[in-house]
Each structure stands twice: as structure tokens, then as C-alpha cells.
């Protein structure tokens, strides 16, 4: 591959928690490792890219989700980047809409099917910090995050939770996230990818078709700060 | 003013001035919210009628509320005394103080946090509502901002009837939750923040921007024509007839020159003619503590407070290019416990300077600095920010909390 194309899906109508940085992160780690990136954010009145290495779409507002949602389904090019095995990494509402189906102005909505679960309305607002271990398989540790959102999501047979919650509620307040393939579905802002640079070396592993062991090694000093720090705060408040 | 009240709310405000004074005399704090909260016990319709009988301008919006409230109040004082909420207690207890403080006043300028426009529209019965933006701002504990301006347009056609709004332009949110009002004066206030309005507020299409104009694809929102516009050559505000109001502001920025249009508009409706208003808003030197400068050790500081992505992006156009700039980040509970938005501020233009981080949050800072691409050095405090830094002059943009602990280093400078 000449140039990594990571596609961010959408920033105009989701964009809410500083989803913009998941897209500096992975163009900054990747660059890091001499790898050129083309940033493309691709607007919902865009034809979404089906040639791209990586896509990733963010949270948003009830009505833009919904939007989203629709222009999505209609394009198509998102699906078919799927089932061709592109990496996707999708943040709250974004996630939500990658299953069945999910809730928006108390109504449910069709998503895109492309991971198997669904969401509707929780009985509160989780808002707070989120940390949960991931399992083994992928390799990355435990997470931290930030999570804000009204729904909860229920996982069907055919993807497997991104962690078990330590602490937080994710999905339901057991699990957190799902993921299929190179699909990955999470509640966690923060962005995700800052305070999780494993989950974003997975992903750029993923799109450049290696495996992450064989990712030139960059200096994560200040993001294992950062992740200790989080850990630690959380320890402390319980 | 409060000849006409009733024993109860001369009751009533006696209290509340007595226990402002008691909290001041402890060292909480200037009283302000502890005296309001008095007052409203005893008299739940306190507000009301300490509002009754005065000429009343509301201002609110996400950003630049306390400056432009500063502003309008320099301004008004050219005719008459003002009551104003000037440390930024801008809740109802905090208004509730301002105007039992300031019995003669026959104006008042106050300034209201976004979710209680309502509440103030009620019971302070304006003569003028500005409305300067919205934008993003502590997401996990305040609603998300197309929800805000659309209970701002609800709110505003119940209750806004006999006002005047003067509104900005140039926001699309502002626009649109002003325009179900019968008197609107725009003012180009400017955006220096456009994420949160990439689609229309009124249909969910995608608004085109050409230049400073910008308009939905499918519904026909646009930008109004303004009335008031800062000038595009030189410091100066132009009104309605086009005539030129010469600013020599000493606070920083187009974003201030900004907030002297809507207080030149504003007071122009109160009868002050802007030349006599305009001279009056060159005296204001700093805001409770914002753009103050402090020295110590040959460094000479300027303070600024930046609370949300729109505000960072503001202060970044506002230094001087030289000068080391110190940041600093706190999230505790009034700041917003989600430190996620500093990724929707962009921080290149601070590449190549010398840039130390500090604050609570300064781990989360370094993180986002190395991402692009600005070298660093992270310090405890504020004391080590200033002994890491040359003497000479120095900016330092910090959020909310983080304003007030470097305040307090200060002697709570104002």
C-alpha cells in the first residue's frame, strides 16, 4: 500500500465527543511509523468511499443518528467495506447504528446490520469514566474511556464483547463494545484511541495487513501516563 | 427602585445583603450565591420584585457573556446607574443579589447561564435579550446544543414577546432559535466555532457557507442581514446607518470587538448613542480576572480564560505570536468532568513556540499536543509554569477551575 486512506464517516452529523481525535491518532501513529496517510472526512451528503483502508464514525444527537443512519443504508458502500474485511471502528451513536437496530427520538430506527446486536433506551444516562479488560485474543489490554449515552446495547451470537466492564456500563454495565472481524464497536470517547493506543495500533494493523507485533515500536510514554493516571483515579474513587 | 416593595422582600433583601457580607467577611467567595439563596427563601417571588419597575437587558450564550455584560454595563452607566451580576453568578440567586445590591439602579445588565434563559425571561421581563452563541460546552453534565437552542426557541416565543432580541448573525443556532421573535436586531458577531452547525437547526440539511454568508439547502434558514458588524479595516464598530464607532479596547481580539457590537447595539436601544458609548468600553480592562495581566519574576502575564473548544480556538487568535503560552487543564465537576473536547481543538497554531502544560488535566494536554506534533514541557503549577518560562511576556490560557487556582495565585486579581 502506497497510502493508508482512513475515511472519517460523516463528521457533520457525528461528531460530538471529540471523535475527531480517533482520526489524529491513527494518522499520527501511522505517520510515526512512516506510513502516509490521506485523512478523508466525507460528508453525509457524500458518496462514502469503498476503496479506503479504514473507516471510522463517531457519536452524535439523536436526529443526526437517525440521518446517518438512512444515508448509510442507502449508499451501501459502508456494508460492502465490511464484508470485504475493512477495518471499521465505530463511537456511540455510530456504533449503535451498526447493528439491527436502535432507538432515536423514542422510536426505534433499522441499522446497518453489520454487527449483530441492537440497542434501545437504558433507565438512566451513563455518563463517566469507563474501563473494562478486553479479551486476550486481541491483544491490547485493558480500556479506558469516557462514556455519555442514553441507550444499552444487547449482543447477538455472532460478535463477542469488546471488554468485560471493571467499571462504567458500556453495553449493560457487564459488557462493553462489541467486535466482528475488523469491525469495532465501542461507547468509549475520550477519544478512545488516545487513551487506548493498542486499540489503535490493532486497527492500523488491520488496514495495513500485518500483524500489530510487527508495527515499528513509537514512544508511548505520555499516553501510558495518561492511562495509569485514568486507572488510578477510578481505583481510587472505589 | 425598591420603594415599592413589600415588608416581606425588604425582609427578604436585608437578609440576603446580610449573609452576602457574612460569607465575604469568611473568605467564601464574593457572597453572591449564598445571599441570593437567602433572599428567594423567604421570598420565592424575590427576583420578580426586585426586577419590577427596571429597565432590564439579558445576555447569554456560550461564550463571551461576562465580557459582553461588562461591556453593555460601561456603556449604560453613560445614562444612568446599573445593577449587574459582574462576577459572573449568573444563575437566579446570582441575578437576585445583583439587583438587591444595587436598589437605586434604574438599569440592569445581566448575564444568564444558557439553561436559565427562561427562568429570567419570566421574572426579569426584559426590555433586551442578546443572544450571542452556541456551542459545545461541558457535554457530560449540560444538554447537547441543538437541544439547547431549540428549548431556546420554545422559551423565547412563549415569553419573549414584549422584548427586543439582539442576536448574532453569523451563528445558524442563534438564528434560528431568535427568529420565531417579532424584533430581532442582528448583529455580524462573527463564529469562530462551526462544528456545531454544519447542518440546519430547522431541518436537518446541510447549510452552505459562502464567505460570511450561509444558508440551508432545503429549508431557506440564512443568515440575516446585521444591523451591527465589526469593522473589516482597523478596530472599530459599524452601526445601522453605517456610521463608524471607533473601538480602542484594551481586551485582545476580534471576538471582543465582537462583544462590543452587541453592546453598542444593545445600548442603542436603550436610548445611548454609541459615540458616547463606545469611548466608555476602552476603560474596561480586564474581567474578573480575564485578560489581567500579573507579574511576577520579570514574567508578565496575561490571563485567559477559555472554558470550551470554542474558547480555546478564540484565545489561540488572541495572544501574541512570541510569547511562551502556558495551558492548563482542570475537570473537575464546573469544568466538566469530560476532558474529550480538547480534541476539537485544533492546537498546530502553537507549533514551534514554547508551550508548557499544567493543571489537573495535564497528562490528558501532553497526550493531545503530541498528537500534533507541539513540543512540550509539563509542569505541576502555576509557580513552576512561570520559573520554566524566560522572563519577559507570557500567555496562559486555562479552562475554569483551572483560571480561578492561577486567579488565586494571584490575590484573586480582577
Known amino acids: 500500500m502506497s497510502t493508508l486512506r482512513i475515511v472519517w464517516l460523516y463528521p457533520d452529523l457525528l461528531s460530538t465527543y471529540g471523535d475527531r481525535g480517533n482520526l489524529l491518532v491513527l494518522a499520527h501513529r501511522a505517520r510515526a511509523r512512516g506510513i502516509e496517510v490521506e485523512p478523508m472526512q466525507v460528508r453525509s451528503d457524500q458518496r462514502v468511499p469503498h476503496s479506503a483502508d479504514l473507516y471510522l464514525i463517531g457519536g452524535g444527537e439523536d436526529g443526526p443518528q437517525a440521518v446517518a443512519a438512512d444515508r448509510l443504508l442507502q449508499d451501501g458502500a459502508l456494508s460492502r467495506a465490511a464484508e470485504a474485511g475493512k477495518p471499521i471502528l465505530a463511537i456511540c451513536a455510530g456504533y449503535q447504528l451498526l447493528g439491527s437496530s436502535f432507538y432515536a427520538n423514542g422510536r426505534a430506527h433499522e441499522g446497518l446490520n453489520i454487527l449483530d446486536l441492537r440497542s434501545d433506551r437504558g433507565p438512566s444516562r451513563a455518563v463517566g469514566e469507563i474501563a473494562g479488560e478486553t479479551a486476550p485474543q486481541l491483544g491490547i489490554g485493558p480500556i479506558t474511556g469516557f462514556e455519555n449515552h442514553g441507550g444499552r446495547t444487547h449482543l447477538g451470537e455472532a460478535v463477542q464483547p469488546l471488554a468485560r466492564v ?42 495495513v495487513g500485518v500483524n500489530p507485533g510487527q508495527l515499528p515500536q513509537i514512544d508511548d510514554s505520555w499516553p501510558e501516563r495518561l492511562r495509569s493516571e485514568r486507572f488510578g483515579a477510578l481505583a481510587n474513587a472505589q | 427602585m425598591s420603594a415599592n416593595l413589600t415588608p416581606r422582600a425588604k425582609f427578604a433583601t436585608t437578609l440576603l445583603r ?23 427563601i423567604v421570598e420565592p417571588r424575590l427576583l420578580e420584585l426586585l426586577a419590577e419597575g427596571r429597565h432590564v437587558v439579558l445576555i447569554s450564550g456560550t461564550n463571551g457573556k461576562t465580557t459582553t455584560t461588562r461591556f453593555t454595563t460601561a456603556a449604560l452607566e453613560a445614562i444612568g446607574k446599573v445593577a449587574t451580576n459582574s462576577f459572573g453568578a449568573n444563575m437566579p440567586t446570582g441575578h437576585t443579589t445583583a439587583l438587591a445590591k444595587a436598589p437605586k439602579a434604574e438599569y440592569a445588565a445581566l448575564e444568564c447561564d444558557e439553561h436559565y434563559l427562561g427562568q429570567l425571561l419570566d421574572a426579569a421581563s426584559p426590555k433586551v435579550v442578546a443572544l450571542l452563541n452556541l456551542s459545545r460546552d461541558q457535554l457530560d453534565r449540560a444538554m447537547e446544543v441543538t437541544a439547547l437552542a431549540a428549548k431556546w426557541r420554545q422559551t423565547l416565543q412563549e415569553a419573549a414577546a414584549q422584548s427586543t432580541i439582539v442576536a448574532n448573525a453569523d451563528d445558524p443556532l442563534i438564528v434560528w432559535a431568535a427568529s420565531v421573535c417579532p424584533r430581532v436586531v442582528w448583529v455580524a458577531a462573527g463564529q469562530s466555532w462551526t462544528a456545531d452547525s454544519a447542518i440546519c437547526p430547522n431541518c436537518g440539511s446541510h447549510l452552505d457557507r459562502f464567505g460570511e454568508f450561509w444558508r440551508c439547502t432545503n429549508c431557506g434558514l440564512n443568515r440575516p442581514s446585521p444591523q451591527w458588524s465589526v469593522a473589516q479595516q482597523g478596530e472599530a464598530v ?36 454609541p459615540a458616547q458609548a463606545a469611548p466608555r468600553l476602552s476603560e474596561v480592562a480586564s474581567v474578573a480576572g480575564r485578560y489581567a495581566r500579573v507579574e511576577r519574576d520579570g514574567r508578565q502575564l496575561r490571563l485567559l480564560l477559555a472554558k470550551n473548544p470554542a474558547g480555546w480556538l478564540e484565545s489561540f487568535d488572541m495572544i501574541d505570536p512570541v510569547p511562551p503560552v502556558v495551558l492548563s487543564l482542570n475537570a473537575r465537576e464546573v469544568d466538566g468532568f469530560d476532558t474529550s473536547w480538547i480534541y476539537d481543538v485544533d492546537f498546530t497554531s502553537l507549533s514551534g513556540r514554547n508551550v508548557v502544560v499544567t493543571g489537573d488535566r495535564r497528562t490528558d494536554l501532553a497526550v493531545r499536543l503530541e498528537v500534533d506534533n507541539v513540543r512540550f514541557q509539563v509542569v505541576d503549577d502555576i509557580r513552576a509554569a512561570i520559573a520554566a518560562v524566560p522572563p519577559g511576556p507570557v500567555e496562559v490560557v486555562a479552562n475554569y477551575t483551572a483560571f480561578q487556582d492561577i486567579r488565586a495565585e494571584f490575590n484573586r486579581v480582577n
Not at chain 1, 453495553?171 to 484511541?193: F, K, R, S
Not at chain 2, 452576602?20 to 433572599?39: E, F, K, M, P, Y
Request: glycine content about 18%; hydrophobic content about 45%.
Open chain 2, 18 to 40: 446580610t449573609a452576602a457580607a457574612l460569607s465575604r467577611a469568611t473568605g467564601r467567595g464574593d457572597g453572591s450565591v449564598i445571599g441570593g439563596r437567602v433572599g428567594l
Open chain 2, 238 to 273: 459599524v452601526g445601522p446607518d453605517g456610521r463608524r464607532y471607533e473601538l480602542n479596547l484594551q481586551l485582545p481580539g476580534r471576538v471582543n470587538r465582537a462583544n462590543a457590537a452587541t453592546a453598542l447595539a444593545i445600548a442603542s436601544l436603550f436610548g445611548v448613542d
Open chain 1, 166 to 207: 471493571t467499571s462504567g456500563i458500556g453495553n449493560d454495565g457487564a459488557t462493553e463494545g462489541a467486535w466482528a472481524g475488523h469491525v469495532i464497536g465501542t461507547y468509549m470517547h475520550g477519544p478512545g484511541l488516545a487513551r487506548n493506543p493498542k486499540l489503535a495500533d490493532l486497527l492500523l494493523a488491520w488496514a
